[in-house]
């Protein structure tokens, strides 16, 4: 558990965020080792995924978390504990969303690490115009989500995150270890294999962290003005961007 949460405006920086030097990567070929770990852990458990992790990448390791629930973060500091949790604020969220970053941070054996975009909403909508979110998502997402991601990741050989095959068709063959081309690393899914059962008795038996919005009607939990409640039978996602094609943020892609 830390005391003070670390704010990362992203411009630039090829630092741990956190200030020290990092591991370097000793010239490994994070992609073939991605590979074969892909193939190697496919059956293993998500705390056997995350040790590996932490056993190979160390403080070039971090967690994503959408604060949607504190599972994966959970999970990963039992491998490591004071392991790097990187939470993307931006600026659009629920407040049940920013109070449970702030239930976690202090409450669990991790490192959060909230990163920002380089602009205020105020400021992007003074440059594109108000409610850019309902007339171009994608650049909003890729303003918001997907650069500051890219940049908050730098230090990083490995990010892992809390995708599920079971959370909609366009991820069902996610894979639990695979090379992320887009941003150059070892992106790991840890409970991919789980269903929304195991993650409901994962809850339950470690007492984990999740959003009140979770008890509230969503299944899935994003920006507040692209988020709705779902209806019985629809998929998590579907109340993510409903009415329009787009399913995901572009940070998966
Ligand atoms: Fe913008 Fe909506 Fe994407 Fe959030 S989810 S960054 S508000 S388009």
Redesign the pocket.
Known sequence: MTDTRTEIHTGGTDAHPDGTAGTPTGGRDLKALAEQAGRDLEDSSPLEILAWAAATFGERFCVTSSMEDAVVAHLASRALPGVDVVFLD?G?HFEETIGTRDAVEAVMDVNLITLTPTRTVAEQDAEHGPRL?DRD?DL??AL??VAPLQEGLTAYEAWATGLRRDESPTRANTPVVAWDEKRRKVKIAPIARWTQEDVDAYVAEHGVLTNPLLMDGYASV??A??TRRVEAGEDARAGRWAGRAKTE?GLHG
């Open positions: 931006t659009y979110h998502p909003c997402c918001r989500k994003g920006c003005p692209c943020c």
